[in-house]
């Protein structure tokens, strides 16, 4: 824990950290009892209440939260409104930065705080900084993606996070480095309707509906299993709390992937 720092003005540094943790957790879990906020308020040497202070100003530049009326505090200073602007269009640097800082305050080396398989085994240089960069990205997105659906499929409301996946919606081997880690390039689905939605055999539509590919009727299921996807169709996804699935990525997927 760093020297108590509380009534000091935060830095850019403490500000991207405040930035990076916000995209991660739902916003009504912004509250000084939050075991995240109370770990980023150690390592920054503030109170957790400050920390959540911090990201609802923060919130308050959030446009999906002000489509839904919530604004969060409007006491934000011009380094809330600029952390925003600059990085939530790019949220691989944001959550590649959010680790630079990190590792730099503990005092660690970067590698030492990514889960990434064998990466001490691979040498220093331009690959193994790309290797870190993938695996900072993908765990900002996994965590992004769940918490705006608040851990739960957004087909079947499934709440059991060993039966959930982070799905891209253009997939990851075809999108380019930002929107590999784009929360709005994701949805929290159940195992079975990922794999079914990676297959193209359901979509979505503009106005967020689940179409479902015509091709299921000739596939061999029972009859309840049938009835259950096909009770589907049409009807509108849960929504979420925040990054709601851009159109341009759902637009590629009816047009690429979606069998018709």
């Given at each position: 824990?760093?020297?108590?720092?509380?009534?000091?003005?935060?830095?850019?540094?403490?500000?991207?950290?405040?930035?990076?943790?916000?995209?991660?957790?739902?916003?009504?879990?912004?509250?000084?009892?939050?075991?995240?906020?109370?770990?980023?308020?150690?390592?920054?040497?503030?109170?957790?209440?400050?920390?959540?202070?911090?990201?609802?100003?923060?919130?308050?530049?959030?446009?999906?939260?002000q489509k839904r009326n919530v604004s969060g505090m409007a006491h934000g200073s011009r380094l809330d409104a600029?952390?925003?602007?600059?990085?939530?269009?790019?949220?691989?640097?944001?959550?590649?930065?959010?680790?630079?800082?990190?590792?730099?305050?503990?005092?660690?080396?970067?590698?030492?705080?990514?889960?990434?398989?064998?990466?001490?085994?691979?040498?220093?240089?331009?690959?193994?900084?790309?290797?870190?960069?993938?695996?900072?990205?993908?765990?900002?997105?996994?965590?992004?993606?769940?918490?705006?659906?608040?851990?739960?499929?957004?087909?079947?409301?499934?709440?059991?996070?060993?039966?959930?996946?982070?799905?891209?919606?253009?997939?990851?081997?075809?999108?380019?480095?930002?929107?590999?880690?784009?929360?709005?390039?994701?949805?929290?689905?159940?195992?079975?309707?990922?794999?079914?939605?990676?297959?193209?055999?359901?979509?979505?539509?503009?106005?967020?509906?689940?179409?479902?590919?015509?091709?299921?009727?000739?596939?061999?299921?029972?009859?309840?299993?049938?009835?259950?996807?096909?009770?589907?169709?049409?009807?509108?996804?849960?929504?979420?709390?925040?990054?709601?699935?851009?159109?341009?990525?759902?637009?590629?997927?009816?047009?690429?992937?979606?069998?018709?």
């Amino acid at each position: 824990m760093k020297e108590n720092r509380n009534g000091e003005k935060w830095t850019r540094e403490e500000t991207i950290l405040a930035f990076e943790l916000y995209c991660r957790i739902p916003f009504v879990k912004i509250n000084q009892s939050n075991p995240q906020i109370i770990e980023l308020a150690e390592l920054l040497g503030r109170t957790p209440g400050s920390i959540a202070l911090k990201m609802h100003n923060l919130a308050h530049h959030d446009p999906e939260l002000q489509k839904r009326n919530v604004s969060g505090m409007a006491h934000g200073s011009r380094l809330d409104a600029e952390i925003f602007a600059e990085f939530s269009d790019d949220l691989t640097k944001l959550a590649y930065q959010a680790q630079i800082i990190k590792a730099k305050i503990k005092n660690q080396n970067l590698t030492d705080m990514v889960d990434c398989r064998d990466i001490e085994k691979i040498p220093e240089g331009e690959y193994k900084e790309q290797m870190v960069k993938i695996s900072i990205g993908q765990y900002f997105f996994r965590m992004a993606v769940s918490n705006s659906y608040g851990n739960r499929c957004y087909i079947t409301g499934l709440g059991k996070a060993g039966l959930l996946v982070a799905s891209h919606i253009k997939p990851w081997n075809v999108s380019n480095e930002t929107e590999k880690t784009n929360p709005k390039n994701g949805l929290c689905l159940n195992a079975l309707h990922d794999k079914a939605f990676d297959k193209g055999l359901i979509t979505l539509n503009n106005d967020y509906q689940i179409i479902i590919s015509n091709r299921l009727n000739d596939t061999a299921m029972d009859l309840k299993t049938k009835e259950w996807f096909f009770s589907y169709n049409r009807q509108q996804i849960c929504l979420p709390e925040k990054f709601l699935p851009d159109k341009k990525f759902i637009e590629y997927h009816n047009d690429v992937i979606f069998q018709r």
